[in-house]
């Protein structure tokens, strides 16, 4: 199977990280006291409740993670290789980031406790009663719980088989969408997650690259389908979700139904076309994981100085936060991220070269 990375990979995570960053910058506009006299306000709270950029974005992720990640588990002890790989991606700059965190936190004399800080650091807080020092993070966690599934279904050699997939892919629609149909039926009181759901977009991805890539028909049809059982859960359990306040729907139904088939449109377009064709794009892209971790931190520190109050002026401070994160993310790119992933492939290469047998020549 081909592992080639694509080109426009890295085009699409720039915008699905821009997304992510404006939609977080109209949230921060629409609770400044007093926005909803200001110039700005109706086409904000507009735009927010009709399309949200923010999931919008995460779907794309998630898509794409599902489409590429998987193929990076290769080589002499591949399960090694990746583990190895994926810590030195993605562990260095969270740290850095909790790093800020709790600096800031600790400059507004809201120190978090030790415990806190070290679960954090595990990119799984949960597991230890702990919550997100930033609620933005959460994505990560989704990440994890897809690696450890991919991991588990290469050790059993069913990763490639694309009917596993997809039976794997509705089980995690299933374990969101259950519970949630027994409430609304007043039938049990099951606890509800939406961890399940949000990984099966992941699987969407691997089976949209057995499709497009790999040229297995079928696989494409069970994607369409898997696609299609997700975004009829998410249609049902949009009313559920406001009235429970559970952060899975924040202002409306219509805004994140509409970001889902946003992003499902955008990535299978992109991916059978091969677009976008963008260098400006793809050298965002590949700086966007630290625009994911440090663009909260970035436009904080602005808005101290200057706040996001709906006014006309407003749309230079914005533009002031993305070049900002931007430049930012830039460098913790070159100076974290780059070197701990070289480092990362030098500790594989060495151990790789330490487990090589020797081989026995006859005499």
């Known amino acids: 199977m081909a592992t080639k990375r694509l080109e426009n990979i890295d085009g699409l995570r720039a915008i699905a990280a821009l997304s992510v960053l404006v939609q977080h910058m109209f949230g921060d506009m629409l609770r400044y006291p007093g926005v909803e006299s200001t110039v700005l306000y109706p086409y904000v709270s507009t735009w927010v409740h009709n399309f949200d950029l923010g999931r919008f974005g995460v779907v794309l992720f998630f898509l794409i993670s599902g489409f590429v990640v998987p193929f990076s588990i290769k080589g002499e002890k591949p399960l090694r290789r990746f583990a190895i790989s994926r810590f030195f991606r993605l562990y260095p700059a969270l740290w850095l980031a909790i790093a800020a965190l709790t600096a800031l936190f600790w400059y507004r004399g809201n120190m978090p406790a030790v415990s806190t800080i070290l679960a954090n650091m595990t990119m799984a807080p949960a597991l230890f009663g702990k919550t997100w020092l930033s609620e933005i993070y959460w994505t990560l966690f989704i990440e994890l719980v897809f690696y450890f599934l991919i991991a588990s279904l290469f050790a059993i050699k069913r990763l490639y088989d694309y009917r596993t997939v997809f039976a ?196």
């Open 168 to 363: 794997l892919g509705m089980l995690l629609v299933a374990s969101t969408a259950f519970p949630v149909l027994l409430r609304i039926n007043h039938v049990a009181e099951l606890p509800v997650q939406y961890i399940g759901l949000h990984v099966s977009f992941l699987f969407s991805g691997l089976l949209l690259r057995f499709s497009i890539i790999d040229k297995r028909p079928r696989a494409g049809l069970c994607a369409l389908c898997l696609l299609g059982l997700q975004l009829v859960t998410i249609f049902s359990l949009s009313d559920f979700s406001l009235l429970r306040n559970d952060g899975f729907v924040l202002i409306s139904g219509q805004a994140i139904l509409a970001a889902y088939i946003a992003a499902i449109i955008l990535f299978i377009t992109a991916a059978v076309t091969l677009r976008p064709h963008s260098e400006t794009l793809a050298a965002t892209g590949q700086i966007s994981y630290s625009i994911y971790l440090f663009h909260w931190l970035v436009c904080s520190f602005i808005y101290s100085q200057l706040p996001l109050t709906g006014e006309w002026r407003s749309l230079a401070i914005m533009m002031l936060c993305i070049v900002a994160t931007l430049i930012v993310s830039s460098a913790v790119y070159n100076l974290v991220e780059k070197p701990m992933q070289a480092l990362g492939k030098y500790i594989v290469n060495i151990y790789s070269r330490t487990n090589m047998r020797p081989v026995r020549l006859s005499s």
